[in-house]
């Protein structure tokens, strides 16, 4: 290929990998999660790997959020959730030390009350280690679900405080104590990461 306009050839050398799965009426279905996930598959050839097979670059899936399932994971945990739309949730890698961790959750809760947001919980995602190479397990993250009220907020406005939220607490973290294996993956009220 020849450079045409912005687009110059050269700067194709990554080895990054995109699989794209969706229902075009947009029906929610587990049935698409499996799809995806055979996209992965078929995807690791494009993946960075470590020195043990367990370990990579990682992963993840980009889905709607799964309102219904959340709701019944948030009320066996006395988490009131609003409507659909009408909150976000954040997928959120922590320190595994509880110290820290717990540190860099007030950090999230704050700026959520300081951004006049409604913090409304934190629920542990479940995660299995044994699944992972040793070398990735040696820093493997706590991984949580927040969820955030938007007091009213919906659509556009509800995103752009949330998106707001999200740099927010990654800089007051960052302050605290450098990264301190703190990463938000996504935080919205339409679209979560799974990593």
């Known amino acids: 290929m020849r ?31 499996d799809r995806a996930v055979e996209v992965l598959k078929n995807l690791l050839h494009r993946g960075a790997t470590g020195a043990d097979d367990g370990s990579g670059d990682g992963a993840g899936l980009l889905l709607q959020v799964p309102d219904e399932f959340l709701r019944r994971e948030c009320e066996r945990r006395r988490i009131a959730l609003p409507p659909p739309g009408a909150y976000g949730v ?9 110290g820290p961790r717990r540190r860099c959750q007030e950090l999230v809760e704050e700026t959520a009350a300081d951004e006049e947001l409604e913090f409304l919980g934190w629920r542990e995602v479940p995660t299995e280690a044994a699944a992972l190479g040793a070398l990735a397990r040696r820093s493997v993250p706590a991984v949580a679900q927040c969820f955030v009220g938007g007091r009213g907020r919906r659509g556009a406005e509800l995103e752009r405080k949330l998106y707001v939220l999200r740099k927010q607490a990654e800089k007051r973290v960052a302050l605290l104590s450098g990264d301190a294996g703190f990463y938000v993956a996504s935080l919205s009220s339409r679209t979560i990461v799974y990593k």
Do not use: I, K, T
């Open 90 to 98: 954040g997928m959120v890698f922590l320190p595994a030390a509880e």
């Open 3 to 33: 450079p045409q306009g912005l687009y110059d050839p050269r700067f194709e050398h990554d080895a990054c990998g995109v699989g794209f799965v969706a229902n075009v009426h947009g029906a929610r279905s587990h049935a698409m999660v």
